[in-house]
């Protein structure tokens, strides 16, 4: 039974991060691109948990159990992966046609992993014996498991394997205990019938298993396609390097047009800031001229009304006066009826009747002002055209432009202003 890998705390998901790549901000003139800062010879190298971090799920960030590796080369958790559905859920590359399974137990993270926390444990001088569980002095390399001294003796009594003592593996730094865990992986016969499993160094390329001797003899079919596995190994890494090295020049092919999308999107939002720029500028153009426009139209309405409402009132004076003789001349009369003399009577006829003719020839018709409103409906007028060229825009000037009548029609000189201010 191997040791349990020690957990890591778990961080704390960023709410910001986004699940799929986004476009980068555009950039504005005075946010030039600033070439990395180069590594400092005496930069200290990252400590293993920053220099390990790959290892965690690349979508929740914690440490990384059951790790799977999807068709888009990204690694996730299973609990991630239960929930990604039918596509990634970090670059959204939807799994491919006809596979079988979507991802693959990346046994490499799970055995960087393992090898990780034994590391941990012998360093932090936690190990334990696997076995009874007593403080641990020896690393089996090819058991991979932790040993006390006493266990190691039984140990080695009858494997004959290669261990080391945990205190000389403590003054290893991790890349040099990795290094040599590496080297003394060993890879078994793929027969399940085996008792025991079998050491081997054959590989079948017709069955694309590792084989023991027995197997390998046995196998008559493919006698001309076995190799020795470590050939075979090395000749998939050589694969490997000669694709990663094609798809060095992908990358720079791809970088190029990267960094040409990346400054497209920078003109892009420099070109929309200068828009929105001419934008407010023109409108508080249009807005001032419609201010000014306002003025001259409320003014004009206010000289319009002060020159009808002093003619009116100079006829409502008139009209004042003459009211106020015929009823003064009234109660006179009806004064003189009740309290003057005869001898008054007869000295004042003569005079309050010719005053009082001259009031029966004043007519009210030829002293009447004609109350008019509809000289307002010129401003009314100029305001429609106002209005009509702010919410018609271009078309209509287009179309006034286009008719024939427009030639010989002149224009209003509020149009003509505000188109001007407009475009």
């Not at 476009?23 to 030039?32: F, H, I, Q």
């Not at 979508?59 to 992966?81: I, M, R, V, W, Y």
């Not at 494997?159 to 590496?182: I, M």
Request: glycine share 4%; proline share 7%; charged share 25%.
């Amino acid at each position: 039974m191997e040791p349990e890998p020690a957990r890591s705390p778990r961080p704390q998901q960023d709410p910001a991060r986004p699940h799929a790549p986004t476009m980068p901000p555009p950039e504005t003139p005075s946010e030039g691109r600033q070439p990395s800062p180069s590594h400092s010879p005496t930069e200290q190298a990252p400590s293993p948990e920053e220099e390990f971090q790959f290892l965690r799920c690349q979508q929740c960030q914690a440490e990384a159990k059951c790790p799977k590796l999807l068709p888009c080369l990204h690694t996730l958790c299973s609990g991630c992966l239960e929930e990604s559905g039918m596509q990634c859920p970090i670059c959204q590359a939807p799994w491919p046609l006809g596979a079988d399974t979507p991802a693959l137990d990346n046994v490499f993270f799970e055995s960087l992993q393992r090898r990780l926390s034994v590391y941990r444990q012998i360093v932090d001088t936690q190990a334990v014996c696997i076995r009874c569980k007593e403080s641990a002095d020896f690393w089996c390399f090819e058991c991979e498991q932790l040993l006390c001294a006493k266990c190691f003796e039984a140990h080695q009594w009858f494997l004959k394997h290669e261990a080391r003592p945990l205190a000389e593996l403590r003054n290893q730094s991790v890349r040099e205990f990795l290094d040599g865990t590496r080297k003394t992986n060993n890879i078994f016969c793929s027969n399940p019938n085996h008792r025991t499993p079998t050491l081997t160094s054959i590989y079948c390329r017709g069955c694309s298993k590792p084989l023991c001797c027995s197997c390998a003899l046995l196998d008559s079919g493919h006698s001309e396609l076995k190799c020795d596995i470590s050939a075979e190994i090395q000749q998939r890494q050589e694969e490997l390097d000669a694709m990663t090295q094609a798809l060095q020049e992908q990358d720079s092919a791809f970088g190029a047009v990267h960094a040409q999308m990346h400054a497209a999107v920078g003109q892009l939002g420099r070109a929309r800031a200068e828009t929105e720029g001419l934008i407010r500028a023109r409108v508080r153009q249009v807005v001032a001229h419609l201010r000014a426009q306002e003025r001259e139209l409320l003014e004009a309405v206010d000289a319009r009304y002060q020159r009808d409402y002093e003619e009116m009132a100079s006829r409502l004076g008139s009209l004042d006066a003459v009211l106020q003789r015929i009823r003064t001349g009234s109660a006179l009369v009806q004064r003189m009826k009740s309290y003057a003399s005869d001898q008054e009577v007869l000295d004042m006829h003569s005079f309050l009747r010719q005053a009082l003719c001259r009031l029966r020839q004043e007519e009210p018709q030829s002293l009447q002002a004609a109350v008019r409103t509809d000289g307002f409906d010129e401003f009314k007028a100029r305001l429609q055209d106002l209005s009509s060229c702010i919410t018609q825009g271009t078309d209509a000037a287009v179309s006034k432009k286009a008719s024939p009548e427009a030639a010989s029609t002149p224009r209003d000189p509020t149009d003509v202003d505000l188109r001007s201010a407009l475009w």
